[in-house]
């Protein structure tokens, strides 16, 4: 199962990304509630344990059902689901790692132009899109500290997330649903494999392995950084 597992997974993204291409609703309920199940599986089997990033992709999947509704009040439980995902992997991240300062910085200032820019123009959404992208915000500068593939995932969420702030603002961009969905499903990639990737929870010399070995497949293979 474990060798037909990225074959199931891009079969999954190209019907999602199909789906949205064609902007066919049916096609899309097959696939986008599979997204971060699939993911959760995976990181499962190499982790071997529940812990916080699985529980944001709990949050993740039921963000992207609600989101798939149409109407404010669903867009506005997708966010609320999505807000849960973004504290999940801030707490995992900040746990585990060494917070960087320039990187909480750089897109505190980010979060703060963004939302000045869209400002005027969300309406009722201002306030949930402002509490939201902190979280966002604070999860990609988070990011950095745990691995470069991890603070790629962090950035693609922030692209992702505010190429909907600006649909969301009512600005209409050409190829915005699929450029939407492409930066987000690489966001839960490069997130869910760098946490699969990072060290084990114990402080170095208490792991009960040789220093420097990594955590370990299903197959008992090592999985690289």
């Given amino acids: 199962m474990r060798r037909l597992w990225p074959w199931l997974y891009g079969a999954v993204v190209a019907v999602e990304l199909v789906g949205v291409a064609l902007d066919v609703p049916a096609v899309q309920w097959a696939a986008k509630p599979l997204l971060a199940p699939l993911l959760l599986a995976w990181l499962l089997g190499v982790r071997r344990k529940w812990d916080l ?40 991240f900040l746990r585990h790692r060494r917070a960087r300062p320039a990187a909480f910085a750089g897109y505190l200032a980010l979060w703060a132009g963004a939302n000045a820019l869209l400002w005027g123009r969300l309406g009722e959404l201002r306030l949930p899109v402002l509490g939201y ?93």
Avoid: H, K, N
Avoid at 71 to 89: D, I, S, V, Y
Avoid at 196 to 214: K, L, M, V, W
């Fill in 53 to 92: 990033v699985a529980t944001g992709l709990v949050f993740a999947t039921a963000g992207d059902v609600a989101l798939l509704l149409p109407g404010t009040a669903a867009f506005l439980a997708g966010m609320g689901c999505f807000l849960g995902t973004q504290l999940c992997l801030l707490a995992a």
């Fill in 133 to 225: 992208s902190l979280a966002l915000s604070l999860m990609a500068a988070a990011a950095v500290g745990v691995s470069r593939r991890a603070a790629a995932g962090g950035a693609f969420f922030g692209v992702s997330d505010l190429l909907i702030g600006v649909g969301a603002a009512g600005a209409q961009l050409p190829g915005r649903g699929l450029l939407v969905m492409v930066t987000y499903i690489a966001a839960l990639i490069l997130l869910t494999t760098a946490w699969a990737c990072r060290a084990e929870d114990a402080p170095p010399g208490r792991t009960g392995r040789p220093s420097g070995a990594g955590p370990r497949g299903p197959d008992g293979t090592a999985i690289g950084a």
